[in-house]
């Protein structure tokens, strides 16, 4: 199985455990991206214009496609999430933060990283109450659309940090 296919299905399993009800990510490919501009503009607003400059994965739930997630690093210390989108029925179900669980897992695999910047449009509400009341982000840079959050990682706190270890 490939190993980012595995990874996503280890992400979030079931409150036994089990993995019946896993979220799964896989890498997008390029005729992934279509989707991916299109359920941006329809629950966003906005058209993604730095796809090839980011990972890009969808997000699954049972074999069914949810959303995706862009992201890249930044001087290989940080995360930086450009954008993450779900289908109107997956929101508001705590999907996000164990898909950005899911990148932060694969990530630290390959390098520590030391904090995590989210982009956050405005007109997102719930994402803005999330990230900044239960996840302790704070808003460092406004732009006219959207807020760019940052939240720094302490590997003692966080243990998801630590490199070589799974989520």
Known sequence: MNQDRQEGR????NKNGNPAGALTL???GEADLAYIKE???R???SIPRRLHSHQNYLVYLQQRRIGFISYCRLNDAKLYIYMMALEEEAQNHGLARH???WVLAREVKINPV????FRVYKTNS????ATLEKYNYKIIKELPKHYVLYRPLDPKRDPVNKPGQQE
């Open 43 to 45: 629950e966003i607003g």
């Open 39 to 41: 359920l941006a503009h």
């Open 10 to 13: 280890d992400a979030r399993k």
């Open 26 to 28: 896989r890498k997008a």
């Open 99 to 101: 898909i950005v669980r």
């Open 126 to 129: 719930q994402a803005l109450h």
């Open 114 to 117: 030391q904090g995590i910047l």
